[in-house]
Every structure is written in structure tokens, then in C-alpha cells.
């Protein structure tokens, strides 16, 4: 191959990246806008949407975003996936910082525009243990690993395995959310996702509890991506 034609190929590939970074903090952008957004509004109509409405709009979006993007950058919006999805070989290892970058710069941006359109109500939308419960920081730790683990294996089930029903796999992923957020939001917060966390965090000025968001989230993912591995027999 010549040089031009290197040169050309080089310059497709740095558009296509851009294109898919850009992808991926714009999902993560109405992915924050949306599940968060939930969280300031149901505290702000005094409970109007209640865990069920918040969950149902988490995974709604979730699956928009999925159906919206997938076929361009896989849709991962989810620093935690795109790493445990980096290390089972379904993303290219050079894409990996650029996708993190991605995701974090569209969630903080999403958690500055809720301060300013909603105002600093319930933590901007952050994901938080309820403290009124007394549950400790590693039962928090634990329920957020769980629900990453969870999803994560349907996840890589639903939308790597190529024996899946790929069609469906935002439909299941969505819900799979959805439930999640029902079930444990008013427990644990349900983040799943350093950068669904980040940036209400950021806008809040507090991030005491930020860390349970990131460490959890990256080991239970990474822990799900393990299992599938075993039980799909994939290799790397």
C-alpha cells in the first residue's frame, strides 16, 4: 500500500473514532439528563415519580440509546462496560481512554445543566445510599457490585454472544435497568455506572460517597464479564 493510501486510511479511522467518541458522550449526556433529571424531579413534585417512574425512565433511555447507537459505538455509556468489554476483546483496546473521556465529559456537562435548569435539589440526581435506612457502606458496596454483575452478564449475553437474539438486546438491557433502579434506587442509588454517578456528583460540590460508584460498578462488571466468559465458554 502507498503512502497516500496509508495516509487516507489513517484519517478514516481518526474520523470514525471521533465519530464514535462523540456517540458515546452524547448517550451518556441524555443518559444523565434523563435518569438523574428523574431523580430532581420526583424530589421536587414531592414524590410524583416515585422509584417505579425513575426506573422506568432509566431504562427507557437506556434502551433509545442502545437502538440509537449501537450499531456505531456499541452504545456503552458506561466506563465499567467499556472496560470489561475492552478485556473480553469486544472493544478495541485503543478506543478504551477515548471512550472513557467520552463518557465522563457527557456526564459532567448533563450534571452542570440540571444545576442550571432544575437548580441543586436532591444532590443534582446523584446516586446516594439512603442513609435513613442505616445501612452500612459495604452493604451499599455489595448491592451496587451485585446489580453491575447482573447486568453486565446480560449485557455481554444479550449483546456479544452472536447466538443472541440481538434485535431484542436493547429492549432486555433497558429493562433489566429499569428494575434495578426500582428495586434498589431508594436503597443504594442503582448507578451501575461511574459516569451515570459522575457528573450529578461533580455539579453537587459533594462527592463523599463517589467512590462506591466507581470501584463497585468496574469490579461487579468485570466480575460478570468473568462468568460469562465461563458459562458461554468464550474465550479471548
Known sequence: MSTTGK???NIKNNKNDIIKYFCEFLGTFTLVIFAAGAVIVDSLTAGSLGPVGCGLISGIIVAAIIYTFVNISGAHINPA????ATLLGYLDKRL???????QMTGSALAGFCLLWFLGNHANIGANVPNNQLNISTSTVFIIEFFL???????IAATGFDKRAHKHTAGLIIGGVVAIEVMLM????GAAMNPARAFGPYLASGNIDNYWIYVLAPVAGMLTGGGIFRLTHFIKK
Open 81 to 84: 462496560l467499556s472496560i470489561t
Open 96 to 102: 478504551l481512554i477515548g471512550y472513557i473521556i467520552a
Open 148 to 154: 453491575a454483575l447482573i447486568l453486565m452478564l446480560i
Open 7 to 9: 495516509f487516507s486510511d
Open 185 to 188: 434506587g431508594p436503597v443504594s
